[in-house]
């Protein structure tokens, strides 16, 4: 893994997360393999089928059926416009339809970075820094973190 950089408290909370991804992911992995035990599934295809099992997508044929998850990534746009036109904040949610939980991101107008805002203030508060979080660089790769904050 990658050494991280920043003070002991934020280095040990980094490290929490990533403790719980991992084995997050190798519980996952193990549940995928009783599944299909002629092969390991990579972490991409563990996620691929988390989705398209929570909301449809994959290689299924398509319904009529509304999706499970409901994704808003309209402010992905903004990064076709140059930094200086973009709002400070740019925000993604995903919404599960049957449980009623929402994930959401909010990053910076670079991508770099998390907050969450202050719904009584409005305010923003930085809960992730600038070196330690960074957008995706596709829409689906942002939907897979989003259907996996909706996991947890």
Not at 30 to 48: M, N, Q, T, W, Y
Not at 65 to 70: D, F, G, L
Not at 108 to 131: A, K, L, P
């Amino acid at each position: 893994m990658t050494h991280l950089n920043g003070s002991e408290k934020q280095v040990a909370w980094a490290t929490d997360i990533r403790k719980e991804f991992i084995e997050k992911t190798k519980a996952d992995m193990k549940s995928a393999e009783k599944e299909d035990s002629g092969r390991k599934p990579s972490v991409r295809d563990i996620l691929k089928a988390k989705i398209a099992e929570k909301d449809g997508g994959g290689a299924s044929a398509p319904t009529d059926e509304e999706p499970r998850i409901v994704y808003d990534l309209s402010d992905w746009d903004f990064f076709s416009e140059p930094a200086e036109d973009r709002p400070c904040h740019v925000r993604f949610m995903a919404d599960d339809k049957e449980d009623g939980r929402r994930a959401e991101i909010i990053t910076n107008r670079h991508g770099e970075g998390r907050w969450v805002r202050d719904s009584t203030t409005g305010d923003y508060i930085q809960i992730s820094g600038t070196s330690q979080y960074r957008l995706p660089r596709t829409k689906n790769a942002l939907k897979c973190q989003l259907a996996f904050r909706l996991r947890g």
